[in-house]
């Protein structure tokens, strides 16, 4: 069961992330100091409320808001993937395939 801290601290988390998804740059040291944490902190923290490395949050928050995108049909795959901060179109696919189990061009 999560407690109300940390479903804030998820929250938190989860809005830093949000802040940045455009940023290619954007990676776990940078989550960990926005949140005052350190690296293994936020590791052993997210891990232990969602069961994700700190890697695979960031990967499945940018995942998610790809989808939403793909579904509305307001840009090309290309403008997605560059738009939730992936720098290679190849990775993105094969990153949402795995996520969502159908390439992105077919999502739609």
Do not use: C, W
Not at 88 to 99: G, I, W
């Amino acid at each position: 069961m999560v407690s109300s801290v940390e479903e804030r601290f998820i929250q938190q988390a989860i809005a830093v992330v949000e802040a940045h998804l455009s940023d290619s740059t954007f990676d776990v040291e940078t989550l960990s100091a926005a949140l005052n944490l350190s690296r293994m902190q936020l590791h052993r923290k997210l891990k232990a409320l969602t069961n994700q490395s700190a890697t695979e949050f960031v990967r499945q928050l940018r995942l998610q808001r790809a989808a939403d995108l793909l579904r509305q049909r307001s840009a090309s795959v290309s403008e997605v993937a560059f738009g939730v901060g992936f720098e290679s179109l190849s990775y993105f696919a094969k990153a949402f395939r795995d996520q969502y189990g159908t390439v992105p061009s077919e999502y739609k």
